[in-house]
Nanobody, 121 residues
Framework: QVQLVESGGGLVQAGGSLRLSCAASRGGFSINAMGWYRQAPGKQRELVAGITSIGSTNYADSVKGRFTISRDNAKNTVYLQMNSLKPEDTAVYYC???????????????WGQGTQVTVSS
């Protein structure tokens, strides 16, 4: 079964940067549209940034100008570059993506396992 594998979380001081990555765990699948979400303790999961198959992007107002979502189709990976991090960015970050199989069929959206981002003040 294909999965989305995330990496890049960690602990960083306020003002610092982190880059998250999300990739399909098996060959034969490419990432179609993807969103990065986050969930802080006691809060609902929220969309942080999204990217379409052709590279169009959208961002939550709270991260505009600080976060950048991008994709490397050759590596079949989507990234979330997070700069000027704030303590309120602390959360578990999840990627969510629909995959395109080499046969031409689409999968339902999958969730990654989540990666913790902690920003200290």
């Amino acid at each position: 079964q294909v999965q989305l594998v995330e990496s890049g979380g960690g602990l960083v001081q306020a003002g610092g940067s982190l880059r998250l990555s999300c990739a399909a765990s098996r060959g034969g699948f490419s990432i179609n549209a993807m969103g990065w979400y986050r969930q802080a303790p006691g809060k609902q999961r929220e969309l942080v940034a999204g990217i379409t198959s052709i590279g169009s992007t959208n961002y939550a107002d709270s991260v505009k100008g600080r976060f950048t979502i991008s994709r490397d189709n050759a590596k079949n990976t989507v990234y979330l570059q997070m700069n000027s991090l704030k303590p309120e960015d602390t959360a578990v970050y999840y990627c969510n993506a629909q995959l395109l199989h080499a046969s031409g069929s689409y999968t339902p959206p999958y969730w990654g396992q989540g990666t913790q981002v902690t920003v200290s003040s």
